[in-house]
């Protein structure tokens, strides 16, 4: 399973002079860029940047409008997905594009089922999966079923998808978004080791650490351009977010707030909460100005449980909130049920349960709050487009108009839109699960900056996230849980990466 790929001075692929538009937006404007072998390259911009396009024109996903995909000295005709997996590119895109009702070893070899006598092998698709697998260091059975796996497992899946062709070069786009920390540890070891056979990678993360760990240089893109090139021992992150965003980010966090926990002072209260028969019981109050963080490994428990307040999952348990006018104790039984009574979720799987991506941005931005701009049944168009205008001013969404489909926006911008969804509902508790997800780092910084003010202005604000690194710098107080239940509270001074992973880990044994 090994292609031979001797290292040497010319490089396996030139693009020149890309340019690529969709309809009225110029994605792409005579790029440039060239991938020598043994290298690992960091592909760097704001969400619309262009970066995801650019690999999708390497990939033949998309055919460039103007420009020449040259592959070891010989331009491309006719190119498109076949050739670029012919010629060793394969690439892990933003979005998950696995059968949940299939086996691991079943969607690692979709389109390149292995067969033994001109019949197709089981043993030997299973083997292979195996191996894939096992070049990023994950457990997962190749006989699991995907749709039974949690987010980060499926993201792994999806990895070993592409690592399954032994790549000449590997191109990831944001792969450790939903990750744990030891497997992107592993990734990156997998991406090194390419590097060390004579392969290439092109990475692309919006996290700094995860960059400068393994980079050999960095390309910068910022609206559709190249905004210049870097050796990692000639930069540093500041620079290259200056050159991403155009401006100096000098805290990336707002100031964390006073809390007043005394007694009284609740937004949110659980009770012996239990999420079906394997989560809890948690005990958990949330209050005024706070924002309560929620750590731990994944698949101890958190997503489930913020899927248990916002009625995606029974629950069982005392659940109430301040200011509710029906003074209900209990959970909800519906998501629709919740997000009437004010619980509002951003999911972590923006494609499978955040958005429906046919839709246009508008019907998607409106589509959980359609109820408070309905009027005697009706459902005025114009008040979708008012809302959806707002939302893509405060988050600056990066779409050619309200009416444009959804699926047709970068990963980031799909994200905001998620996060515009949960915000029209006018939720009083709001129910953050990695809302970060693909987002870059200026952009990080303005949700960061939002979340702090909703909280100040009367929000309950829940805040799920596999980065720990964010967890310590926005939220007030962390909750971390183990063997799905919470094992430690840490508050103040005690918030810092080492005791929630010590917690997290000895909660763990």
Not at 95 to 105: D, G, K, R
Request: charged share 25%; hydrophobic share 40%.
């Amino acid at each position: 399973m090994s292609v031979n790929n001797t290292p040497g001075l010319n490089p396996i692929v030139e693009l020149r002079g890309i340019d690529k538009s969709f309809g009225g937006v110029h994605a792409l404007r005579e790029v440039d860029f060239v991938i020598p072998p043994a290298t690992i390259i960091g592909l760097v911009g704001e969400n619309g940047a262009g970066k995801s396009t650019l690999l999708k024109v390497l990939c033949g996903t998309y055919s460039a409008d103007a420009g020449e995909l040259v592959i070891d000295g010989v331009p491309q005709t006719h190119y498109g997905p076949g050739g670029a997996r012919r010629a060793g590119i394969s690439m892990v895109t933003q979005e998950l594009s696995l059968f949940p009702n299939l086996t691991v070893a079943a969607n690692i070899a979709i389109g390149r089922e292995p067969t033994v006598a001109g019949f197709v092998s089981g043993a030997k698709a299973r083997r292979n999966a195996e191996w894939a697998l096992g070049l990023i260091q994950s457990t997962v059975s190749p006989d699991a079923v995907v749709r039974d796996l949690p987010f980060a497992d499926r993201q792994n899946v999806e990895i070993a998808k592409a690592l399954v062709d032994d790549p000449r070069i590997l191109v990831l786009d944001e792969p450790t978004s939903g990750l744990r920390e030891a497997e992107v540890d592993a990734l990156m070891e997998a991406m090194r080791k390419l590097k060390e056979a004579g392969r290439s990678v092109i990475f692309i993360t919006h996290r700094m650490s995860e960059l400068f760990a393994v980079c050999d240089s960095f390309m910068v893109m910022k609206d559709g351009v190249t905004v210049g090139t870097r050796q990692v021992g000639d930069t540093n992150p500041d620079e290259l977010v200056s050159m991403m965003v155009g401006r100096d980010i000098k805290s990336l966090y707002p100031p964390k707030a006073t809390v007043d926990r005394t007694p009284g002072t609740e937004k949110l209260h659980l009770g012996g909460f239990r999420v079906g028969r394997s989560v809890g019981p948690v005990d958990l109050d949330l209050f005024e100005n706070e924002i309560l963080g929620i750590a731990g490994l994944a698949g101890n428990g958190q997503n489930e449980l913020l899927e248990g307040i916002a009625g995606l999952r029974r629950s069982t348990g005392t659940m109430w909130r301040s200011g509710d006018p029906k003074k209900r104790t209990h959970p909800y039984s519906t998501p629709g049920a919740a997000v009437r009574a004010g619980y509002s979720l951003v999911p972590e799987d923006r494609k499978g349960q955040g958005l429906v991506l046919s839709f246009p941005v508008f019907k998607n931005v409106t589509l959980a709050g359609l109820r408070q701009i309905s009027r005697f049944g009706f459902l005025p168009q114009s008040k979708e487009y008012e809302a959806t205008r707002r939302y893509v001013g405060m988050l600056d969404i990066r779409t050619p108009s309200e009416s444009a489909v959804t699926a047709a926006l970068s990963g980031g911008n799909q994200q905001k839109v998620v996060l515009a969804k949960a915000l029209d509902t006018q939720p009083a508790i709001l129910l953050l699960s990695d809302p970060t997800r693909g987002i870059d780092v200026g952009t990080k910084q303005e949700i960061y900056t939002l979340v702090r003010q909703l909280a100040g202005k009367g929000v309950g604000i829940i805040f799920l996230s596999t980065d720990v690194t964010e967890i310590v710098g926005l939220c007030d107080r962390v909750l971390v849980m183990s063997h799905r239940q919470v094992v430690a509270e840490l508050e103040g001074d005690e918030i810092t990466e080492e005791s929630i992973t010590r917690a997290a880990f000895e909660g763990d044994k």
